[in-house]
């Protein structure tokens, strides 16, 4: 079946998904092989989640792919992950500049090994005049760290005059993370059993729909998503309001 018949069911799709990818460790160990094994197939299901998103026209994905505490394993376990990651850039910028695919970065970038960095800027160059998605790789994240650097950033621009402390709400606040000028994720999945946010997009993250499965990171493909999409597409986001305001709103 096609996958434009398959979609008709999930409406409406969300603007924006966030993935939580977890579980490649516990793949891999439990088919007795190294963790990196369940990082390789993490990176064929990233792979197919992008294109599953840019098929069906979700316009933004954000991928937590190594967070600030990421740094504190092994040393083999973080060279692995690294390369990895260049691989992948490497192999699929063609892919995303034929697909209209824009790549950002969301973390502390001057963290990442000399060749990765280049490699990602050099991605993130060539492909920002893209707008069919924009998938938004999370490396070196933490939200605290976000956060903290966007406070300083405003606490800067008050002192030198820049901004006055009225001017601060939510918009401005918005505007100073790395996910300015993006709309907020609308659903979060997490993959492998764990329900927490492990500090990720936490101001973002407000009012979206959480969803979970047991499912690991390198068994969730094409089907696990769009299972992820249907129930998203059945559940009532009311914002604060009641169900019978919300429903006059969408009518
Ligand atoms: C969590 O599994 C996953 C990570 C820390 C890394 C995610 C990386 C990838 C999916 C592959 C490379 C990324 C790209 C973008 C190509 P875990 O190791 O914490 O699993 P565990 O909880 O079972 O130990």
Redesign the pocket.
Same mark, same amino acid.
């Not at 008709?8 to 990196?36: E, F, K, Y």
């Given at each position: 079946m096609g996958i434009m018949r398959e979609i008709q069911h999930l409406d409406p799709l969300p603007r924006h998904v966030a993935i939580?990818?977890?579980?490649?460790?516990?793949?891999?160990?439990q088919r007795r092989r190294p963790?990196l094994f369940?990082?390789?197939a993490? !990176?064929d #299901?990233?792979?197919e989640a992008v294109e599953t998103a840019r098929k069906i026209g979700i316009r933004h994905l954000t +991928?937590? !792919?190594? #967070?600030t505490e990421?740094w504190q394993?092994p040393s083999l376990?973080v060279k692995g992950?690294m390369g990895? +990651?260049k691989?992948?850039?490497q192999s699929e910028l063609d892919t995303m500049k034929e697909n209209g695919i824009r790549l950002e970065c969301f973390g502390q970038k001057d963290r990442l090994p000399d060749d990765v960095r280049n490699m990602l800027d050099s991605v993130i160059a060539a492909t920002k005049d893209s707008s069919q998605l924009c998938l938004n790789?999370c490396?070196s994240y933490g939200s605290r760290a976000e956060m903290i650097r966007a406070v300083q950033e405003i606490s800067r621009k008050c002192a030198e005059g820049e901004l006055k402390s009225e001017d601060i709400d939510d918009q401005l606040f918005s505007d100073h993370l790395y996910s300015t000028g993006q709309p907020d994720p609308d659903l979060l999945i997490r993959t492998?059993g764990?329900q927490r946010l492990s500090n990720f997009l936490l101001w973002q993250l407000s009012y979206a729909e959480l969803y979970f499965t047991e499912i690991?990171?390198?068994e969730f493909r094409r089907d696990q998503f769009l299972a992820a999409l249907e129930e998203y597409a059945g559940r009532q986001r009311r914002f604060g309001k009641t169900g019978a305001q919300t429903e006059t709103a969408n009518s």
């Amino acid at each position: 079946m096609g996958i434009m018949r398959e979609i008709q069911h999930l409406d409406p799709l969300p603007r924006h998904v966030a993935i939580i990818m977890d579980g490649n460790g516990r793949w891999a160990q439990q088919r007795r092989r190294p963790r990196l094994f369940g990082h390789k197939a993490g !990176a064929d #299901s990233v792979r197919e989640a992008v294109e599953t998103a840019r098929k069906i026209g979700i316009r933004h994905l954000t +991928l937590y !792919a190594f #967070s600030t505490e990421n740094w504190q394993r092994p040393s083999l376990e973080v060279k692995g992950l690294m390369g990895l +990651l260049k691989n992948y850039l490497q192999s699929e910028l063609d892919t995303m500049k034929e697909n209209g695919i824009r790549l950002e970065c969301f973390g502390q970038k001057d963290r990442l090994p000399d060749d990765v960095r280049n490699m990602l800027d050099s991605v993130i160059a060539a492909t920002k005049d893209s707008s069919q998605l924009c998938l938004n790789l999370c490396l070196s994240y933490g939200s605290r760290a976000e956060m903290i650097r966007a406070v300083q950033e405003i606490s800067r621009k008050c002192a030198e005059g820049e901004l006055k402390s009225e001017d601060i709400d939510d918009q401005l606040f918005s505007d100073h993370l790395y996910s300015t000028g993006q709309p907020d994720p609308d659903l979060l999945i997490r993959t492998s059993g764990e329900q927490r946010l492990s500090n990720f997009l936490l101001w973002q993250l407000s009012y979206a729909e959480l969803y979970f499965t047991e499912i690991p990171w390198p068994e969730f493909r094409r089907d696990q998503f769009l299972a992820a999409l249907e129930e998203y597409a059945g559940r009532q986001r009311r914002f604060g309001k009641t169900g019978a305001q919300t429903e006059t709103a969408n009518s």
